[in-house]
């Protein structure tokens, strides 16, 4: 059950005493936006920067702020703001606040009209329901309370979105998707209302459906979501195809079994959607026997369908449907297909709205498809970039955490422990400047070079000269536009790309009574060397990045660990750690960290850094994360 609307006369926000104020006023986001069509989209943009500014500064309850109450708040003052724009016709003034303590949000959109009450589901006559009371319906939803503020000259509609309990539960992703769509798909009404709804609420409708649409990754959910906008209001069913357009197949989008089609190629039938449950199966049946064809030339604009009169019930024996073809970026992706009983051919304004729909649906599938190839890329690319298993070394033991963060690309950190002949042993932990492709190319030449010249006997120093020569030779810019090139095509203006790497480099030589370490740290966040009395202290000096200085001169440090020192080396996702505006290596915060693992183990030292690390800010990292314990036994 929604939330029970409150009107009271009081403001909603109450003023902060004079000592809370310039912190009240971080926690706050305001504008007053023109009362046209631009302002709902202007009022998603300040919650937005809001949300980020308030997890930016760290700021008390900024921990609670979940993509799920974002999207909540994003959906809610759009409705307030359009119904405000609609209703009043003046300038609004929207408000959006953080609770502190609770974690909740405070919404609020002001307009200059209070003789007019916000239009609510019950405010309408029975006969002539307009669009707009669903808004507010949603914001009952969604909304903890919410209520109305009358003042003199103004009017003020609030409402207050709960934090989530559990943050980290996304279970229910699919399922709140679908529910939020339910609530922006129109709701049935007789033909000669259509034009009264769509000079009123279609531009409301296109934003949020593009917004929920543009927010999936998953062409599985696109697909549901489609069906769930388009049905009941606009048609009674419809329809989705999406094809390969790759192999010139069509794919289905179901998790079931697929289609009966014969070797896997043809029309497979993605989602069918029906006011009528009960109808669906039947419905699939039917439109599985005459799949649209495509046609001939690329085009968005609607085809007539064949009426799948035998699938439907008896009084629904004749209508219209239409086929409009999924097209983004200039390939075809599939075909939607809608039909509606009792007309013969659907009304200018509905065909001209989904064909706007079909556009969004089209750009959607295809950016789900294109974070799903990355994403393969990613994967394959990664598996390629590490070694299979890190070398053990006699009178050594090792420690390794390695948790790349998955943001559509390949990590840019990288980790190395093998063994380079006559009693060596090296290791390697390295940064390379951005993600993806580019940096697999910068990953993909530095580790097996790195083996080739310690194997052939090179030094710390002449290892990292060699190097970095080799990241600015003018022959790695082929492979840079080859790994550009998976993901877009390249330009004439895309010139060549910068190949930074931070290293840490070091050689390992164990001896009766320790270990021998030389290392050198290009640009890199220096090592450091736990003693076996607590003591801490860096293990380089800084030099350096790699790629950047052509003929950069290198040098080593040597140092020997005697039974139970250890030696840990990250990369910046450890010292950058952010919590709000401070860092987890502000004021030597690390070298504090590993003092406090004085006696532990080489695996509990990671451990411990690792949760250390994750604690330090209130959302999970943003960065990828390595750390490399080395302790002599």
Same mark, same amino acid.
């Given at each position: 059950?929604?939330?029970?609307?409150?009107?009271?006369?009081?403001?909603?926000?109450?003023? #902060?005493? +004079? @000592?809370?104020?310039? %912190?009240? $006023? =971080? /926690?706050?986001?305001?504008?007053?936006?023109?009362?046209?069509? !631009? &302002?709902?989209?202007?009022?998603?943009?300040?919650?937005?920067?809001?949300?980020?500014?308030?997890?930016?500064?760290?700021?008390?309850?900024?921990?609670?702020?979940?993509?799920?109450?974002?999207?909540?708040?994003?959906?809610?003052?759009?409705?307030?703001?359009?119904?405000?724009?609609?209703?009043?016709?003046?300038?609004?003034?929207?408000?959006?606040?953080?609770?502190?303590?609770?974690?909740?949000?405070?919404?609020?959109?002001?307009?200059?009209?209070?003789?007019? #009450?916000? +239009? @609510?589901?019950?405010? %309408?006559? $029975? =006969? /002539?329901?307009?669009?707009?009371?669903?808004?507010?319906?949603? !914001? &009952?939803?969604?909304?903890?309370?919410?209520?109305?503020?009358?003042?003199?000259?103004?009017?003020?509609?609030?409402?207050?979105?709960?934090?989530?309990?559990?943050?980290?539960?996304?279970?229910?992703?699919?399922?709140?998707?679908?529910?939020?769509?339910?609530?922006?798909?129109?709701?049935?009404?007789?033909?000669?209302?259509?034009?009264?709804?769509?000079?009123?609420?279609?531009?409301?409708?296109?934003?949020?459906?593009?917004?929920?649409?543009?927010?999936?990754?998953?062409?599985?959910?696109?697909?549901?979501?489609?069906?769930?906008?388009?049905?009941?209001?606009?048609?009674?069913?419809?329809? !989705?195809?999406?094809?390969?357009?790759?192999?010139?197949?069509?794919?289905?989008?179901?998790?079931?079994?697929?289609?009966?089609?014969?070797?896997?190629?043809?029309?497979?039938?993605?989602?069918?959607?029906?006011?009528?449950?009960?109808?669906?199966?039947?419905?699939?049946?039917?439109?599985?026997?005459?799949?649209?064809?495509?046609?001939?030339?690329?085009?968005?604009?609607?085809?007539?369908?064949?009426?799948?009169?035998?699938?439907?019930?008896?009084?629904?024996?004749?209508?219209?449907?239409?086929?409009?073809?999924?097209?983004?970026?200039?390939?075809?992706?599939?075909?939607?297909?809608?039909?509606?009983?009792?007309?013969?051919?659907?009304?200018?304004?509905?065909?001209?709205?989904?064909?706007?729909?079909?556009?969004?649906?089209?750009?959607?599938?295809?950016?789900?498809?294109?974070?799903?190839?990355?994403?393969?890329?990613?994967?394959?690319?990664?598996?390629?970039?590490?070694?299979?298993?890190?070398?053990?070394?006699?009178?050594?033991?090792?420690?390794?955490?390695?948790?790349?963060?998955?943001?559509?690309?390949?990590?840019?950190?990288?980790?190395?422990?093998?063994?380079?002949?006559?009693?060596?042993?090296?290791?390697?932990?390295?940064?390379?400047?951005?993600?993806?492709?580019?940096?697999?190319?910068?990953?993909?030449?530095?580790?097996?070079?790195?083996?080739?010249?310690?194997?052939?006997?090179?030094?710390?120093?002449?290892?990292?000269?060699?190097?970095?020569?080799?990241?600015?030779?003018?022959?790695?810019?082929?492979?840079?536009?080859?790994?550009?090139?998976?993901?877009?095509?390249?330009?004439?203006?895309?010139?060549?790309?910068?190949?930074?790497?931070?290293?840490?480099?070091?050689?390992?030589?164990?001896?009766?009574?320790?270990?021998?370490?030389?290392?050198?740290?290009?640009?890199?966040?220096?090592?450091?060397?736990?003693?076996?009395?607590?003591?801490?202290?860096?293990?380089?000096?800084?030099?350096?990045?790699?790629?950047?200085?052509?003929?950069?001169?290198?040098?080593?440090?040597?140092?020997?660990?005697?039974?139970?020192?250890?030696?840990?080396?990250?990369?910046?996702?450890?010292?950058?750690?952010?919590?709000?505006?401070?860092?987890?290596?502000?004021?030597?915060?690390?070298?504090?960290?590993?003092?406090?693992?004085?006696?532990?183990?080489?695996?509990?030292?990671?451990?411990?850094?690792?949760?250390?690390?994750?604690?330090?800010?209130?959302?999970?990292?943003?960065?990828?994360?390595?750390?490399?314990?080395?302790?002599?036994?």
């Amino acid at each position: 059950m929604g939330a029970v609307p409150i009107q009271r006369k009081t403001a909603a926000l109450d003023a #902060p005493a +004079r @000592g809370e104020a310039r %912190e009240g $006023a =971080r /926690a706050r986001a305001h504008a007053t936006l023109p009362g046209s069509s !631009v &302002a709902p989209g202007s009022a998603r943009a300040l919650v937005r920067a809001a949300f980020a500014r308030w997890t930016e500064d760290g700021l008390p309850g900024a921990d609670r702020l979940t993509d799920r109450l974002a999207e909540d708040a994003l959906l809610v003052v759009s409705e307030l703001v359009t119904n405000a724009v609609v209703h009043a016709g003046t300038d609004v003034h929207v408000t959006c606040r953080l609770e502190e303590t609770a974690g909740t949000l405070l919404v609020e959109v002001r307009d200059q009209h209070p003789s007019r #009450p916000p +239009r @609510g589901p019950d405010t %309408e006559p $029975a =006969r /002539a329901t307009h669009e707009y009371g669903r808004g507010l319906r949603l !914001v &009952a939803r969604l909304a903890e309370s919410w209520g109305v503020t009358y003042g003199r000259g103004a009017k003020t509609v609030w409402a207050r979105l709960p934090a989530e309990e559990d943050p980290d539960d996304d279970g229910g992703a699919v399922e709140y998707g679908l529910d939020v769509a339910g609530f922006l798909a129109p709701e049935p009404r007789r033909a000669e209302h259509d034009a009264d709804w769509l000079h009123r609420g279609a531009l409301s409708f296109l934003a949020e459906a593009s917004d929920l649409l543009a927010g999936q990754l998953d062409e599985n959910l696109v697909a549901a979501l489609t069906g769930q906008l388009i049905v009941p209001r606009l048609a009674d069913w419809c329809a !989705v195809w999406l094809e390969d357009e790759v192999m010139g197949r069509w794919e289905t989008l179901d998790p079931g079994p697929p289609p009966h089609a014969s070797g896997g190629t043809g029309p497979r039938l993605a989602r069918v959607w029906h006011g009528s449950e009960n109808r669906i199966d039947e419905l699939r049946r039917v439109l599985e026997k005459d799949p649209p064809p495509p046609p001939g030339a690329l085009q968005s604009g609607p085809v007539a369908h064949p009426w799948p009169a035998e699938a439907l019930d008896p009084r629904d024996a004749h209508g219209a449907a239409l086929a409009y073809r999924l097209i983004a970026g200039g390939r075809p992706l599939g075909t939607l297909v809608i039909g509606r009983a009792g007309l013969l051919r659907f009304p200018d304004e509905v065909t001209g709205l989904v064909e706007d729909l079909s556009r969004r649906v089209a750009l959607a599938v295809g950016t789900a498809r294109q974070y799903a190839r990355q994403a393969t890329i990613s994967k394959v690319l990664q598996r390629g970039l590490l070694p299979a298993a890190v070398a053990e070394i006699p009178g050594v033991r090792s420690a390794l955490v390695y948790e790349p963060c998955d943001k559509g690309g390949p990590s840019g950190d990288f980790y190395d422990l093998f063994p380079a002949g006559d009693g060596r042993w090296c290791f390697a932990v390295g940064d390379v400047q951005g993600k993806g492709p580019e940096a697999a190319v910068v990953i993909g030449l530095a580790r097996p070079w790195l083996r080739l010249l310690a194997r052939e006997g090179y030094g710390v120093a002449g290892v990292l000269d060699r190097l970095n020569r080799l990241l600015l030779d003018d022959a790695t810019e082929a492979a840079d536009a080859a790994a550009r090139a998976l993901v877009q095509p390249v330009g004439p203006a895309d010139g060549p790309q910068t190949r930074f790497l931070s290293l840490l480099y070091g050689e390992l030589t164990p001896f009766d009574g320790g270990v021998r370490c030389t290392l050198a740290s290009a640009g890199h966040p220096l090592p450091l060397l736990l003693g076996a009395g607590g003591d801490v202290r860096t293990a380089a000096r800084p030099q350096t990045l790699l790629g950047v200085v052509e003929d950069e001169t290198y040098t080593s440090e040597s140092f020997a660990l005697g039974p139970g020192d250890s030696l840990l080396c990250v990369t910046d996702g450890v010292t950058e750690r952010r919590s709000g505006s401070a860092q987890f290596d502000d004021a030597d915060g690390l070298a504090a960290a590993l003092a406090g693992c004085a006696g532990l183990s080489a695996e509990r030292i990671a451990e411990r850094i690792r949760r250390l690390v994750h604690e330090f800010g209130g959302r999970p990292p943003e960065d990828d994360l390595a750390l490399l314990v080395l302790q002599a036994e």
